[in-house]
């Protein structure tokens, strides 16, 4: 990784509820134009790793560490800094299309909401800027007046791409974003995300349990298991020369050929 290109650093993140440490010493870092897979089972710490970045972990949750972003420490800044931070220059792509969006309001006024709370410009900017995004993301301009449940899992996580790249961000956090979706339409997705990220030279965090996944898409792999990084490396290395146990037991559960087993089990002790 050139730490030229360094973007955003997480350095020693410790999370704490009460007494139970939930997040301990997390580091790592993310690079223009390149994607960080970070890796585990449901409950290892990926997703509220990803929340700090934001802050958007819940108030019981104590913090230490630094998160980094372009020299500013996100930890030190103020509620109304840091959202000037959110969809502007980092955007989160939550892990439920179906609970991310409002059922009542249409899908072309939910990704004009973005532009709204952060520019000034006229109704028939905004709706062209939409209308733009929604050809980005391979969605026809009907789409605009839409209600979300008209749209298939694809087309509402198809969506919810289009409102995280509204404010043309350089930091895009994506939570299992095709976690819930047939095979053939998780590899649509991928390649609209690599396509993306190449045009725009994002810098990416994709959240996955899933390896299979992390071969398609990630430049560099970090594991995590019990709310630590026990593997941190490139996805050649990671996935071909794994030097954890729990990295090894992982990547044996990605289904070859033939293979009827499920992916990944519930919990991996």
């Known amino acids: 990784m050139n ?12 999370l704490r509820i009460g007494g139970k440490c939930i997040v301990k010493n997390v580091s790592f870092k993310l690079t223009a134009g390149r ?14 790793t990803a929340q700090s970045i934001l802050k ?16 500013k420490n996100l930890f030190e800044l103020d509620k109304e800094e840091i959202r000037k931070i959110r969809g502007c220059d980092i955007s989160i792509v939550p892990q439920e299309p179906a609970t991310s969006m409002n059922p009542v309001t249409r899908v072309g006024e939910q990704i004009a909401e973005g532009i709204r709370q952060h520019q000034e410009r006229s109704k028939p900017d905004i709706k062209q800027r939409v209308l733009e995004l929604l050809r980005m993301v391979k969605l026809d301009e009907g789409t605009f007046s839409s209600y979300p449940h008209e749209l298939s899992g694809g087309a509402r996580q198809r969506v919810l791409l289009a409102m ?9 956090i994506l939570d299992e974003a095709t976690t819930a979706l047939d095979v053939s339409i ?9 396509n993306i990220q190449k045009e725009r030279n994002l810098a990416i965090l994709f959240i996955t349990h899933d390896f299979s ?7 560099n792999v970090c594991v995590m298991r019990k709310g630590v990084i026990v593997e941190n490396g490139t996805k050649e290395s990671v996935l071909h020369n794994p030097q954890n146990e729990y990295t ?3 990547i044996a559960c990605v289904p070859k050929l033939g293979d009827t087993r499920r ?3 519930n919990n991996i002790s």
Not at 3 to 14: A, F, G, P
Not at 35 to 42: K, N, T
Not at 164 to 172: C, G, I, K, M
């Open 3 to 14: 730490d030229n290109q360094k973007i955003l650093e997480i350095k020693d993140l410790t």
């Open 35 to 48: 994607v960080m897979a970070l890796v585990g089972e449901s409950g290892s710490g990926k997703t509220l």
């Open 56 to 71: 958007l972990f819940p108030p019981r949750i104590y913090a230490e560490g630094s998160i980094t972003f372009k020299g």
């Open 164 to 172: 995280a790249l509204v404010l043309d961000p350089e930091v895009l």
């Open 186 to 194: 998780q590899k649509d997705i991928i390649e609209l995300i690599m």
């Open 213 to 219: 996944i992390v071969n398609l898409i990630a430049h």
């Open 248 to 250: 090894r037991r992982l």
């Open 263 to 265: 992916r990944l089990p």
